[in-house]
């Protein structure tokens, strides 16, 4: 399924773990999806999360593909293999943790980790069916993972229940404590944000089975927050992987990619990062009055692998997940199964910087909810 750049096994009991090939362990090369770095030497020591995980015992079973450099969203790496979305083979996998959200979703492992730059996690998460958490910025060491500066990149576990994925953040962030499940008299606020149809129906019948207080809140400053989050990747991914531009060893996609991130100038940061703080500002204040924000993840369904090349969903992947990349806050996705059962959309729970548990609650109260129902027995 070309989920895996490398099997390996470290450790010998508790969950199966797998970890994103741009995530050190020592011993394995850490190459990122890329052939520009297919002679990189191995990595001397872990990473700060791999380390984590191996001291509570769990089981290491490999390296997970992803597209290349972190900087893509479909997941497609023509070097690699495109891994196969377990749950519409036919449709992309999403990216760039694609092997990550793969494995987890073909049962091959009970947990993996990947990084979240723009979506990184939640989008594939959303793309495969399962669950997928973009930590508090900087609340999950980033020691040995690539690139090494960034204002925007997160390490987050995707898992196929809320248990597992709990379980995961206790492992890898100090200090997190799991909560109760909240009160089904929660406050909610739904972010209107624009979205196909099907899919915000199917994710406000969802919230209905729980019985959240819900109110809707727009933000003015998301789609700005949507172009200043690309500004800002694009001026870092520049910096970190410009130098491998220019050999023909990149993929195409990510060359032209990079080739346009050289252009962004001090002058864009300077104002994305103005932005940044008008639209942190914005979902503060919006969390002041609700436990949470809800979503969509993805605004559309995954493009087919066919049309990738070409269509203009693509670019929109991302649209409802990077801003709060720029801002910083918790964000988790959660599957929920479409009416006619034929795949998984992600419904995203935003939370107050910090409350990284309380968005899990939330997301296990809501898989509960969605599990009870008789007629929906496969909803997440």
């Known amino acids: 399924m070309s989920a895996w750049v490398n099997n390996i096994v470290l450790g010998n009991s508790g969950l199966r773990v797998a970890i994103k090939d741009s995530i050190d362990i020592a011993g394995q090369q850490t190459r990122a999806g890329s052939r520009a770095l297919e002679d990189t030497a191995a990595a001397t020591q872990h990473a700060d999360v791999v380390g984590a995980t191996l001291a509570a015992g769990w089981q290491i079973i490999g390296k997970t593909n992803m597209h290349e450099l972190a900087f893509g969203v479909t997941g497609i790496n023509a070097w690699t293999g495109t891994p196969v979305n377990p749950q519409a083979p036919l449709r992309v996998p999403g990216g760039s943790s694609s092997g990550s959200a793969a494995v987890v979703a073909a049962g091959l492992a009970d947990v993996a980790l990947g990084t979240d730059t723009g979506g990184s996690v939640r989008v594939p998460a959303a793309c495969c069916g399962v669950f997928g958490l973009k930590p ?32 995961a953040m206790q492992v890898i962030c100090p200090g997190f404590e799991p909560e109760p499940l909240p009160s089904t008299q929660a406050r909610i606020a739904w972010l209107d944000v624009e979205s196909d149809p099907l899919i915000k129906t199917t994710l406000e019948q969802a919230l209905d089975c729980v019985g959240w207080q819900r109110s809707v809140v727009a933000i003015d400053s998301f789609a700005g927050a949507f172009s200043a989050g690309l500004a800002v990747i694009n001026a870092e991914t520049w910096a970190a992987f410009g130098h491998l531009t220019g050999q023909g060893l990149l993929g195409a996609d990510v060359e032209s990619r990079l080739l346009n991130a050289k252009a962004t100038s001090a002058a864009d940061v300077a104002q994305a990062e103005l932005v940044r703080s008008q639209f942190t500002q914005a979902i503060d204040s919006a969390l002041e009055q609700v436990d949470v924000l809800v979503l969509p993840t993805m605004p559309c369904l995954p493009p087919l692998l066919a049309d990738a090349a070409s269509s203009p969903t693509v670019a929109s992947m991302t649209a409802l997940a990077r801003p709060f990349n720029l801002s910083g806050h918790p964000a988790l996705s959660v599957p929920v199964q479409l009416a006619d059962g034929s795949l998984s959309v ?31 027995k496969n909803l997440v």
Do not use: W
Request: charged share 15%.
């Open 136 to 167: 508090t910025f900087g609340r999950v060491s980033r020691a040995g993972v690539y690139p090494q500066v960034t204002s925007l990149d997160c390490v987050g576990p995707f898992a196929a229940n809320m248990s597992h994925l709990i379980a």
């Open 346 to 376: 992600g419904l995203q729970i935003v939370g107050r910087k910090g409350d990284d548990a309380l968005v899990c609650a939330f997301g296990a109260q809501l898989e509960q909810a969605l599990r009870a129902q008789p007629t929906n």
